[in-house]
Structures are given as C-alpha cells and as structure tokens.
C-alpha cells in the first residue's frame, strides 16, 4: 500500500488528471469534458487516497470497488486509474480515446480494462451493480466496501430509486453512493430538464444516510467517505455539490460542455489554466 | 432412442417446480449459489430455496430491473446469482439490465423465467411470455435453455450451474408431461433424439416436445416416419442435428410454444438455409397475444396440439415431391 498523500499532494493529482481529460477529449474530437472535470477531486480522493486498492492487483479479491455508473465521465476515471498505475491503463495510451482498438472505450468497457469493476455508460445501473457486489461482500464476511458514482440527471432514471429502496431494506452499509451535483445534464440545467429536488429529502426518506459536501474540497471529501465508513445499518449517498467543467474558466457551468470536445484552441487556453 | 415406443402422455411436475429443487440440490452443492427474488417466491418455488438458504435469498420486491442489475454486481463479486421472476417480467422489464450488466460484460448470471408461453391459462396475455425466446437469444453469450421435462429442467440446471456465463432457461406453469427417464444424460447445445425417423423431423422444444411424440404416433399409423428431436438448447444451436435431420429426412416441422417470430423456428431455418436447404413448416403462436382460458383448451385453440403439429408433418412431406 502507499504511504498517504497529503491534500496538497492530492490537488496535484487531480489537476494532472484533469489536464489528461481535457488532452484525451481534445484527441478524441468528441467526450465528455464537463462530467469528467466535475468528478475529478472525488475520483482521485477515492483512488489516491480512500479506497484499499493495490493498482499491481487488480483482481486483489479484498480490494474495494468502483463503479462510474455515469459512464461518460470515462475519461477521468481512465486518468485516474492510469496516474495509479495500473498496467490495463497505460498512461501513454490516453490519447488513443476512442479510437479503434484502444482500450481506452468511449464509455467503461470490462472486456478492454478489466479493472474497471464494471461497463457502464447507459444510465441507471451502476447503483445496483455496486449493491449486488455489496450482499457479496457481506455474504463472505470481507471487509472491502463498494462505492459508485451517479450523475445528477442520472437519478431521473427509475432504476437508480429501485436500487435506492433495495439498499435500505437490506441494509447494506459496505455501500456508499456518490452524487456528482453539478446541476447539467446534455439538454441544460437539471432544474429545467426534470427537477430531482429535494434531493436531500428524497435519498433520506429512502432509508438513506445522507451528506452534503462541497465536492471539489478534498478534506471534506474524505471527511465525507469516513463517515459513510462508518456508518452501521444503511448505505450513506454523498450529494456532492460540484461545478461542471471546473478547472476550466470557460466550460465551467457551461451546458456546451456536457458532450462537446474542445477545439485544438479551446485545449491550449484549458491547458495554460490548468498549470 | 430406438426401436421405436409408443408415447405414454403420464404427467411430471411443472418445469418451474423442478427448477425450484433443482436450486435447492444447488445450494447445498456450492455456497456461492445465490438466488434473487421478485415477489414471486411461491410461484417460481424459489420459495424452497429460502426455506434452507435464507441468507442466500435476496428479496428484491417488485423491481425487475434492479434485480437484475443486483444480480450482475453478485456475479461479478464470485456468486453464481439464478434470478427468477415469470420469464415476460424477467425479460421485458430486466433486458436492459441483461444486456448492459449481463451480455455485454459476461457476467455468471443464471436467468429462470417461469410461466413461459401461453400455457398459465387464465390470467392471460399480460403474464404470458411469448417473445422472451427471441429477446434472450439476441442478448450475445448467453445459453438459451428450453426443458421439456422435470427431468431435463434438473440435468439443465445442473449443467447451468456448472458452466461460466449468462444463461436464460424457460419453464413453464403447467404440469408437464414426461419425456426423459430419469438420469438421462444432457449436454448444453447438444439434441436429443426422442423418437426415430426417416421420412421428416419435427424439431420441438418444451412443453412442444410431447405433443411431437404423440404427432409421431399418429403419423406412423398413417406411413409417415417422423423423427422427433428435442431442441433443450435453443442457443447455441445444434446445428449438426438440423444439418443432419434435413440431409437424412429432407424435411423439418419446428414446434415451439412461442412467436413463430424470432424462434427456434425462425433460428433453425437460418442453419438450414446455411447448410442443407429443405421445406420446412412452422407450429407456434403466429402474429398474436392469447387471451384467458384453461391451458390445454388455449394450447388447442392456438394450434398448439399434436394435431398441429401433424398436420404440418403432412404439409412437409408433400413438399418433399
């Protein structure tokens, strides 16, 4: 295991990672910038820093897992996962994105980096995977928690509040769910698409124990994670509020950005801010 | 099977109901046999399961698609889920969890629909499946499984169990008639011949596989040799025995109870067409929903019977000249 990276240290983590972002999306002339940026402090804090894992074990049978059940996102979780270093994520191969035969697939793809838990990429599903691979867990007696990662306008799905009940019912507390809150979904403001608010009140009254943290603020990130950790007797959803594009002057709160790849111009400018 | 018996009709338990001690032989078998449950434990007799295993048996309410979704995460984490619903809710309201959480990443995820085809009766249409054959075998990787028998349901479920990957297996409400002695062998993707033949073959599947025998009978005294073999497999084809049945008979009937759209009808004539051409009939439900009604007067009533399936042998072999 590595030793623990300070927020500092950390920080520097997420910025390169979002400098790959921004970099593999530019090469790939199409992606998801926008979902990426915003999750990138809560992805790295996860595998830098909360998750046991052992980058040289991906099938480490103890390790804790990670599901980006907002697919699209891929490219900070391949960034995250290849500053790691884990062999199935080559970080010389970033920008080969979406290209044919990268293993580096528009949305996660198991077949091509096994180490990815699983493929994702059609809302909804991930929170019932990660629950699935919570009663397995219990059912051997281990210790290794999941967690997964849901987009806002992701929850518009009916499946994720089927997932929502099952979790409480059966009180799987080695799961805990992360809510990237950045208020876009591809058509515009979550608010004007289909409102999920109270959103608080909803995960609550599902049985869940609920945070709110500010999602780029590392400290409280990981204060958030123990917490859920160490909550006993239900799963614990982080409503991480969260900026779309952040890092990125001009992509940030910018619906444009959800699914739209920077212009060789529009990189070089996100480049210099991302120093 | 030869020389040639008769058929004695003596009806078994339903398939589903022997897939319900099938799970249970399972679960004392292997600890990481896992079951999970729509709120239909006492129909799909999953029910026996939870009786001896209950912390293995995962109540999932009514929510198909999360259920699925579970079982895919319990796969992927070393457990052999089987979950189990009637095979149009499993199906319809789980595909897209059984494509993106099952097919597409392969994962161990046993699928048991039960009360498939027209066969439950009278609560109709709404909870008959008859489209789940066609929806199952799309789904890339998976083993598509059609039991005719208690006998065949148990071998079947032993050998899903037993074998790495997504599989569906269809069973049905009503009692079903007795094909197999007990400890025939099976072995996934491989048919059996039920009954010899020289002049046609009827390829059937489920609960189609009797009505093809009594066919055969009728067929004999009539001068038509009709050999019956029983498609248990419905994907991966065995594609030798259509190869085989339409070079040495030179005429096949496929009797199913589901959408002739989408089959094993519709499946075998593609390896037919491929390898050995020849006419070909079809038995199933055509172009339509059934309705309410006592399940053999709605096998009747659909053209589901021995009789049917005779009159396409007769259909057939006319086309043979």
């Known amino acids: 295991m590595p030793p623990k990276r300070s927020v500092e240290e950390l920080q520097a983590i997420a910025k390169r990672v979002r400098r790959h972002v921004v970099e593999m999306i530019g090469a790939a002339k199409s992606g998801h910038p926008g979902g990426s940026l915003s999750a990138a402090d809560i992805v790295v804090t996860l595998y830098f820093d909360a998750m046991r894992l052992d980058p040289a074990r991906p099938d480490w049978a103890e390790r804790d897992r990670f599901i980006l059940s907002k697919g699209h996102a891929a490219p900070v979780l391949y960034a995250a996962m290849a500053e790691a270093g884990y062999a199935c994520a080559p970080i010389d191969k970033l920008n080969t994105l979406r290209k044919l035969g990268s293993v580096y697939q528009g949305h996660p793809d198991v077949r091509f980096i096994p180490a990815l838990e699983a493929s994702t990429g059609s809302l909804g599903n991930g929170l019932s995977l990660a629950l699935g691979m919570g009663c397995a867990a219990r059912l051997d007696g281990a210790s290794w928690r999941s967690y997964c990662m849901l987009g806002d306008g992701e929850i518009q799905e009916g499946q994720i509040w089927e997932a929502a009940m099952f979790g409480a019912f059966h009180k799987l507390d080695n799961v805990c769910a992360i809510l990237d809150y950045n208020r876009i979904q591809l058509d515009g403001f979550v608010k004007d698409i289909m409102e999920i608010e109270p959103l608080r009140d909803k995960w609550r009254s599902f049985g869940w124990h609920t945070l709110e943290l500010d999602g780029h603020d590392i400290p409280q990130i990981q204060a958030a994670l123990a917490e859920a950790a160490a909550t006993k007797g239900k799963p614990t959803v982080l409503i991480a509020h969260t900026v779309k594009g952040k890092g990125v002057s001009f992509m940030e709160n910018n619906p444009k950005f959800h699914g739209m790849a920077p212009t060789p111009a529009e990189l070089e400018l996100a480049l210099q801010e991302l120093q | ?321």
């Open chain 2, 1 to 321: 099977m030869s020389p040639r018996t008769k058929f004695e009709l003596k009806y078994g338990m339903a398939t589903r109901e022997a897939f319900g001690k099938a799970l249970v032989q399972l679960g004392k078998q292997n600890p990481d046999v896992v079951v999970c449950d729509a709120d239909l434990s006492k129909s799909t007799y999953t029910t026996y399961f939870a009786k001896e295993f209950p912390d293995r048996f995962f109540s999932c309410g009514i929510a198909e698609a999360n259920m699925v979704g579970v079982a895919a995460g319990m796969a992927s984490a070393g457990k052999i889920p089987f979950v189990s619903s009637f095979s149009c809710f499993v199906m319809n309201k789980g595909f897209e969890q059984l494509r993106v959480g099952v097919a597409y990443p392969n994962t161990n995820v046993k699928v048991v629909g039960t009360h498939s085809g027209i066969s439950i009766g009278e609560d109709g249409p709404s909870q008959m499946s008859i489209e789940e054959t066609s929806l199952a075998c799309s789904l890339p990787g998976f083993t598509v499984l059609s039991p005719a028998d208690e006998v065949a349901t148990t071998a079947l479920m032993m050998a899903s169990a037993a074998m790495k990957g997504p599989v569906f297996m269809r069973t049905g409400r009503m009692k079903a008639p007795i094909v197999y002695p007990a400890g025939q062998q099976f072995e996934i993707g491989k048919a059996i011949e039920v009954a010899p033949g020289k002049d046609v073959t009827i390829i059937a599947t489920g609960l189609l596989v009797a009505e093809a025998l009594r066919a055969a009978d009728t067929l004999e005294e009539e001068g038509i040799s009709a050999r019956v073999i029983d498609f248990h497999t419905i994907k991966p084809l065995d594609r030798e025995a259509v190869r085989k049945a339409a070079a040495e008979t030179g005429a096949i009937v496929v009797a199913e109870e589901h959408l002739v759209d989408g089959g094993l009808g519709v499946r075998v004539a593609q390896a037919a067409a491929e390898l050995h051409p020849c006419p070909m009939e079809f038995v199933g439900v055509r172009n339509t929903y059934a309705e309410s009604g006592a399940p053999d007067q709605l096998l009747d009533h659909y053209g589901l019977v021995a009789r049917d399936v005779a009159e396409a042998v007769r259909k057939v072999v006319r086309r043979k000249r």
